[in-house]
């Protein structure tokens, strides 16, 4: 495609890709303390749903922003199918493809979260542990693809937002292991009084 040669698009496409990062972090911390059965007094429940729904929106929005406007600088020269295929790309191949993979698994996500009332739920919340897969990715295509990878407020970022999401993710197993053994107790209370 190659419209422009303005440093000003790769700028953008730079700028669309943490803010996708970024945003692809929150969404992932709030969908870990969700599953948590964080509480939290000033915000109901249906709310940060929303938030994490147009959460998820607004990445979707900032990735394909990310995708055009790459597609359209004249610095790396990407042909549409270099933009969809995994490893077509002559720019940072491995680390480009990861991208590519994250943002394909990303539309997966997207579809299977808007077809949810039609999924059995187990399998619909298998495939939404993909989206630390998505977040891997797409934190490693940020360390290896990007060109502020080695700027300190970029290693800065990528730190903070691996360590939030490795702690919330130790934080959510811990939880979980602690309240098995009250949810073996209920569900045998349970299954005597149905019994009875």
Known sequence: MHLTSSPVDWYAARAAGVVAYVLLTSVVLIGIAMAGK??????????????HRFGGLLIGT?????????AIDSFTRFSIAQLLVPFAASYRPLWTALGIVAAELLVALAVTNRYRSRL?????????????????LATVHTVGAGTDRAAPWLVLLVVVSSAGVCAAVVWRVARSRSLAPA?????????ATTRG
Do not use: C, K, Q
């Open 38 to 51: 964080v509480r939290m007094r000033r915000w109901p429940r249906f709310a940060i749903e929303d938030v």
């Open 62 to 70: 900032f990735v394909g922003l990310h995708v055009l406007t790459v």
């Open 120 to 136: 059995p739920h187990h399998f619909w919340r298998r495939a939404h542990y993909l989206n630390f897969a998505v977040w891997g």
């Open 183 to 191: 949810r073996t107790a209920s569900a045998r209370r349970l299954s």
